[in-house]
């Protein structure tokens, strides 16, 4: 039994939403457990955490973590937006000038506190036991994944072409992630949020919105890492100048 964590977190001010999602389960599946709404500061990241953990829990977050250059880019971003460019998925650079006191950085020292540690980098040292946490960027998640070759976009430009980028966001979470086999298995209350009317939605209850379904698209990766190891994810970067994990497969062929 696990329990499985996405978090997209408002790293750059804590005035923003976070979004936060959990599901549970085994190697067959997880199934929805829990969302936290109207979470704005670290803190509330942590309780979630500490409320929906058992003795493995691992938890996927939309933050840089780890951050030690001074300026520019992490080596990790550099890297990945090499790769993704062209498809739109590269990376913001991070730094501690931009961001003298990240989120992410304070969050990962709160669950290291919590008993919690950043995912084991080798194959040699890999287990399904325990309680870790990662970081995770979901544009190039969505190329890979849902074998595009641009991301969707959903998080800037006019309120009716937002819609439409998570209206197609969601369909392929509910297409190709609740539907595969081995994954996330939906409920009641999961179902009626992927099937709220984006219309009544505008401002900040968009916004929020767009950060839970990158909080689920985040729980899929912590499934999905936690569930196939390396064999279908790698680390880009390393411990030391951060990292960031990404799935290596789609969807499609990671039904076994």
């Known amino acids: 039994m696990v329990t499985l964590i996405g ?53 996927a977050i939309d933050a840089p973590l780890i951050i030690r250059n001074r300026s520019g880019r992490r080596p990790c971003e550099a890297a990945i937006t090499e790769r993704f460019a062209e498809a739109h998925a590269g990376c913001h650079p991070s730094n501690l000038t931009l961001y003298p006191s990240p989120g992410g950085v304070e969050l990962a020292a709160s669950l290291e506190g919590e008993g919690f540690s950043h995912i084991p980098s080798s194959r040699s040292g890999w287990s399904r036991r325990g309680c870790w946490f990662f970081e ?31 209206a197609e966001f969601r369909r392929e979470i ?26 009544s939605l505008r401002g900040k209850t968009l916004k929020s919105y767009e950060d839970t379904l990158d909080a689920i698209l985040c729980a899929y990766l912590a499934f999905h890492l936690w ?4 064999q279908r994810s790698e680390m880009v970067g390393d411990l030391e100048s951060g990292y960031i994990v990404l799935p290596t497969v789609a969807l499609n062929d990671v039904a076994s």
Do not use: M
């Not at 978090?7 to 599901?23: C, P």
């Not at 998080?155 to 980028?165: E, F």
């Not at 569930?227 to 390396?230: H, V």
């Open 7 to 59: 978090a997209d977190l408002a790293w750059r001010s804590q005035k923003n939403h976070t979004g936060l999602v959990a599901f549970r389960g085994g190697k067959a599946g997880a199934t929805f457990l829990d969302i936290k709404e109207d979470v704005h500061d670290l803190d509330g990241v942590v309780d979630f955490v500490k409320h929906c953990r058992t003795e493995n829990t691992v938890v």
């Open 136 to 166: 995770v960027y979901p544009h190039p998640a969505h190329v890979v994944l849902f074998g595009r070759r641009r991301i969707i976009k959903y998080k800037k430009g006019p309120v009716a072409s937002r819609r439409i980028g998570l």
């Open 174 to 199: 509910k297409q190709r992630i609740l539907r595969a086999s081995g994954s996330l298995r939906p409920t009641d209350r999961l179902c009626a949020l992927l099937d709220l009317d984006l219309k």
């Open 227 to 230: 569930r196939w190891g390396w």
